[in-house]
């Protein structure tokens, strides 16, 4: 939306002085192109209250989550893999469910999230077993934490902000499948849900760490590259207005028109 004076021409593109709002309406930025969807009840809205980068980022509460469907993109089989993002949480829950990516049993589904406000766990089905951690580690509020799922080989890690708080030995045999799609703020029951920022979520077919880089956290948005199989800004008003965009409905950004 522009503002034009009587004497400026018309044609005016990109962001300037006379744009009071540009939403560019981008899902995910790799170049797999998935639909990203809000769903549930409650609040979600791209704020300009909190942003790890640029002016805007995810806001959800209540019964809220973002969800991805099911894509050939997250059967990594026996390959690595990385789930990264980062999350500001506002309140404490029974559980806060920061992503999952899940499967209808008896398949693979993992779950990282916070019980009460305290320690960070995580957990993973193997096809018949459910694996879980308590990590030990706080998921302090307010504050904006990066979380980092790493596969490489064998070893499954966790990082928060850069340092590995929990660890599985998987059977080289491993294989992660999914045919249930991936949730940012909610654990496929649609009570587990998070209430706080999502900003930068990223899904990768590589391992991109495989050992603590605290002293290297990412520094500014990413870019896709050829391992970026996901890749969310949660990018909404980029004009220097920074206007909130609210979220009524199940609304998705849609890969498949444009």
Do not use: C
């Not at 990109?14 to 609040?43: A, C, K, P, R, W």
């Not at 951690?133 to 990066?146: K, Q």
């Not at 998070?194 to 991109?208: K, V, W």
């Amino acid at each position: 939306i522009w503002h034009v004076p009587d004497s400026t021409p018309a044609g005016i593109g990109g962001i300037d002085e006379y744009t009071v709002l540009m939403m560019h309406m981008d899902g995910d930025q790799s170049d797999s192109n998935h639909t990203f969807e809000i769903l549930g009840s409650g609040n979600a809205s791209i704020s300009n209250i909190q942003s790890k980068f640029g002016n805007t980022s995810l806001y959800m509460e209540t019964t809220r989550w973002a969800f991805i469907p099911d894509s050939p993109d997250w059967d990594f089989g026996t390959g690595n893999f990385t789930v990264d993002g980062w999350f500001y949480g506002t309140s404490k829950d029974t559980t806060d469910t920061l992503f999952s990516i899940s499967a209808i049993l008896p398949q693979n589904h993992i779950n990282v999230y916070s019980v009460n406000g305290t320690n960070i766990y995580w957990q993973y089905y193997n096809g018949s077993t459910w694996l879980s951690e308590d990590t030990g580690t706080v998921f302090t509020l307010n504050t904006w934490h990066h979380i980092a799922m790493v596969r490489n080989s064998t070893n499954f890690d966790l990082y928060l902000d850069g340092i590995s708080i929990g660890n599985f030995t998987l059977p080289a045999e491993f294989s992660f499948a999914t045919d249930n799609g991936v949730r940012l703020g909610d654990n496929g029951s649609g009570t587990a849900t998070f209430t706080g920022y999502i900003d930068e979520f990223r899904i990768s077919n590589t391992a991109r760490w495989t050992s603590n880089f605290n002293g290297s956290l990412p520094a500014s948005a990413y870019a896709s590259d050829t391992n970026t199989k996901l890749l969310v800004h949660m990018d909404g008003d980029v004009s220097n207005s920074n206007h909130v965009v609210s979220l009524g409905g199940s609304p998705r950004l849609n890969a498949t028109t444009a």
